[in-house]
């Protein structure tokens, strides 16, 4: 049995009797002292930080003397904001909370993976899997929550003659989108994480240190594009027939 990071087995011994008798009623067969994997119990790290830089940001506004978190937190909202304005226009407002948190999460659990011993999250397919679901569904909520029933007529084409032909096409092409941001994501940092394990492996000292930059490019930019994709995804979906 492969060993569990440190953090995990604490989990698992503080929850995981609680938590596999909740799986076991669903049909999922645990272990508690397995039922929490070391990729979860990194996301809930990542998820807590998260949270507590938040609240440090927020207890610590100042207009008079920003301190130095505050830069950061605004140059993040600057960053995103930025991208955001070209694609959601009026809407930038609404969605930029959500894109800051997708791209700050997808970011540090791609980075953590430039921990030696601790792969990264994203490395797991259950991981991106876990933030395309909830980025297919709301983009698709605002779109009915915007356009009422009109939203329909997203996947019927320009075109009323092929609207029956468009539309099972159309269906399938936005299904297929958790696939491809799952798979763009886990697949780059999967490589990443593999290059880098073998040339640690094969040179321990210096030579590894080269991919291990390229292992951070990598991280940033998936974590832009998987951003990118959702802002596109949201603007298409809100944007009302004309």
Do not use: W
């Amino acid at each position: 049995m492969v060993e569990q990071l440190a953090l995990t087995r604490v989990l698992n011994s503080l929850v995981g009797g609680a938590v596999a008798p909740v799986l076991h009623s669903v049909g999922i067969q645990a272990d508690p002292k397995t039922v929490i994997t070391d990729a979860f119990a990194l996301e809930l790290l990542v998820a807590a930080l998260l949270v507590a830089f938040f609240a440090v940001v927020r207890a610590s506004l100042s207009v008079e003397k920003p301190g130095g978190i505050q830069h950061i937190a605004e140059l993040l909202h600057e960053f995103i904001g930025g991208q955001a304005e070209p694609i959601l226009g009026h809407d930038t407002s609404h969605f930029q909370a959500f894109c800051t948190c997708i791209f700050l999460f997808v970011l540090l659990n791609n980075l953590l993976g430039l921990i030696p011993g601790i792969p990264a999250p994203t490395t797991s397919p259950v991981v991106p899997l876990g933030l395309a679901v909830p980025t297919f569904l709301l983009y698709n909520f605002m779109g009915f929550k915007r356009n009422g029933f009109g939203y329909i007529k997203h996947f019927c084409g320009p075109m009323p003659a092929l609207a029956p032909l468009m539309f099972p096409i159309e269906i399938v092409s936005h299904l297929a989108r958790v696939m491809s941001l799952t798979i763009r994501l886990y697949a780059n940092m999967f490589a990443g994480d593999l290059v880098t394990l073998v040339f640690f492996s094969l040179i321990p000292v210096a030579i590894p240190c080269v991919f291990l930059g390229l292992h951070l490019f990598v991280s940033l930019v998936q974590a832009f594009v998987f951003t990118l994709l959702a802002m596109i995804y949201l603007s298409l979906a809100v944007a009302h027939e004309h």
